[in-house]
């Protein structure tokens, strides 16, 4: 096995029972990276000497019998977005080109509390504010699978790390999709936890010592090689957070004790005003024809279950206050950054108002109000009810991605063809992930197999909103179905480099 395409437990098995060291873990992801970093430009930033020295104290302290956790001497990277004690964290925004935190966001330190080593940060999107992976200080990132196009973004550098073998696990952030699309497009794994089971604390945006203003969109997750090490990951980072008091202090639900034949699953390949691409249809008809012959119970649904056209058009409305027009109209941003927000949102009205479905919400962003505001909290408690009610009736929901695979490099904004049809960037790109920020569910993305051009294609499982072990564990069996078509389809583990 080449330990750089090893999963985060098989390699903390592994340096457990000594088969393999935590420092050649750590010198073989260097090595991995110096040999391709340069063209797909993954990692922003290493941490290579304080790395190694973690490294060594990994294999010393296990030597004396000591175990620092479930990731003892695992090397682990972290998307720039998300704050590192003494490691530049910028978010791609060069007036943080040199900010070292004081403090680890908590979901760092609760994988340093484990054992992981953070060796390096992922590249991200700009503040995390586009579908692609691309800013002033860290440039382009491209995707292993075909370098002219792109990883996804705002979490891009991520995927891209873990496809291209430069680290078994990552952590991630998604207020649109930002953890979903990067591993649709690289052909990893991903998980976005129900709304507030997992702390942001630390996160930015929050740009530092800002007051808060992101308060039900975002969620930080993982991105891996396999489910069990989603599954590993997120019983480690999930909790109550006195940083993040509004993150209950529940316990993990148990898991789901059920064969796939005993499990009711809704499915759809999209919705017309969201049309998918053939590849995409196919890939999914394909996951369902197998779980179908396990005798699981599947049933197409479509938009009279739940109606995703209402809450697409909502998700405009909010995050209009979440993270547009009430930081920029409240003044708690400085004066470069208000600009950046202010021209960034018009771009992303005129896109969404270039469709049909979502201009009637337009007269709850524009202008924006607090009375406006209530009365959009007020529709989302709405939608989020109609989808747990709508999920009452199954054990999980799968659905698109995206409208297409990963498309080639291009600007902000500009139409993404799906099957030679133009679509609004951010409809083709974020149709079927912003609706699932909006009611708060937990949604894991699995890959289930490649397109013609042989670029990944994933699918979106969705889960009750608390019942995120249970939604992992039905990602775990219809992990094996997946791997099956892969197998079929050809060598998914390794990307051209």
Not at 299 to 320: G, K
Not at 365 to 378: D, G, H
Request: proline letters at 7%.
């Amino acid at each position: 096995m080449n330990i750089v395409f090893a999963t985060a437990s098989q390699l903390a098995q592994m340096i457990r029972d000594k088969e393999v060291s935590a420092v050649e873990v750590l010198d073989a992801y260097l090595e991995q990276i110096a040999k391709h970093n340069g063209k797909i430009n993954a990692i922003a930033t290493l941490d290579r000497e304080k790395a190694l020295k973690k490294a060594k104290e990994a294999d010393e302290a296990l030597a004396q019998g000591e175990n620092w956790g479930a990731l003892h001497g695992v090397p682990v990277t972290i998307k720039d977005t998300i704050e590192t004690a003494g490691l530049l964290t910028t978010a791609g925004y060069p007036p943080l080109k040199n900010y070292l935190p004081q403090q680890d966001a908590t979901t760092v330190a609760r994988l340093k509390a484990a054992g992981a080593i953070i060796f390096a940060k992922t590249n991200p999107a700009k503040l995390a504010g586009d579908y692609q992976t691309n800013n002033p200080l860290f440039g382009q990132t491209n995707n292993p699978w075909n370098l002219d196009y792109t990883p996804g973004g705002s979490s891009g550098g991520s995927a891209a790390a873990i496809a291209a073998g430069f680290s078994a696990l990552e952590l991630g952030s998604d207020v649109a999709g930002s953890i979903r699309h990067p591993a649709h497009y690289c052909g990893v794994y991903g998980f976005m936890p129900t709304d507030r089971r997992v702390s942001t604390a630390g996160h930015i945006p929050e740009l530092p010592g800002k007051p808060k203003y992101i308060r039900h969109l975002l969620r930080i997750g993982p991105l891996a090689r396999s489910i069990e090490d989603l599954q590993l990951c997120f019983s480690l980072i999930a909790g109550a957070d006195i940083r993040q008091p509004e993150i209950p202090p529940l316990p993990l639900d148990p898991p789901i004790d059920k064969k796939l034949s005993e499990l009711k699953i809704a499915w759809t390949y999209g919705y017309d005003f969201l049309p998918t691409s053939q590849d995409t249809r196919s890939c999914i008809q394909s996951l369902i024809n197998r779980l179908t012959d396990t005798g699981c119970y599947l049933e197409e649904c479509n938009s009279t279950n739940f109606d995703w056209e209402e809450a697409l058009a909502n998700y405009s409305a909010f995050v209009a206050y979440e993270l547009f027009a009430s930081a920029a109209k409240l003044g708690i941003l400085p004066g470069m950054w208000t600009g950046i927000v202010t021209e960034f949102y018009a771009r992303t009205q005129t896109a969404f108002k270039s469709a049909t479905p979502l201009a009637k919400k337009g007269n709850l962003a524009f202008p924006p109000s607090m009375a406006k505001y209530n009365i959009v909290l007020t529709e989302r408690d709405r939608t989020m009810a109609q989808m747990d009610r709508f999920m009452e009736r199954w054990d999980a929901w799968i659905c698109p991605v995206s409208m297409t695979p990963a498309f080639p490099h291009c600007s902000f904004g500009q139409s993404i063809e799906v099957d030679g049809v133009k679509f609004p960037y951010l409809l083709a790109c974020g149709g079927y992930t912003m609706p699932l920020n909006f009611t708060g569910s937990p949604v894991v993305v699995i890959p289930i197999g490649k397109s013609k051009s042989g670029l990944p294609i994933g699918v979106q499982i969705v889960g009750k909103r608390w019942q995120d072990v249970k939604l992992l564990a039905i990602a775990k069996l219809a992990e094996g179905i997946a791997k099956k078509i892969n197998e079929i389809a050809g060598d998914f583990q390794h990307p051209c480099l």
